[in-house]
């Protein structure tokens, strides 16, 4: 239920100075995910993953999850799927990342920037490659 103020109540804004400010964090990381023997994994099957140890970034818990022959029948074991998936429960974040995919020579790099603000229903943002990148 409202209540009525007396006149006298009301803000006034004469000779007042006001001022606020809103900062918003950014946090740089990284996370090196490496996986030795590669050409071993593909074949494991639609559906499986090899997945990263959970690290933390801007004080919240991430992991890489990378399906070496798809995540889903539709992949039909052409692609890769790679995912990175907020492992803090509770939360939404909004994050900027880019993922460097390097071959076992270290030298070719194929880079995807992205970002993504991701609710706990609606899963982590997919990036999908054809298995001849690698």
Known sequence: MG??????SKPSSEGA??????????VNG???????????SKGMG?????ASDIFMVGGYLWAIYFYPDGKSPEDNATYV???????SEGTDVRALFELTLLDQSGKERHKVHSHFGRTLESGPYTLKYRGSMW
């Open 3 to 8: 209540r009525v103020l007396p006149e006298t």
């Open 17 to 26: 100075t006001t001022s606020s400010t809103s900062v918003m964090e950014t």
């Open 30 to 40: 990284s996370h090196q995910f490496k996986i030795t023997g590669y050409s071993l």
């Open 46 to 50: 639609v559906g499986k993953y090899i």
């Open 81 to 87: 799927s790679l995912f990175i998936a907020l492992a």
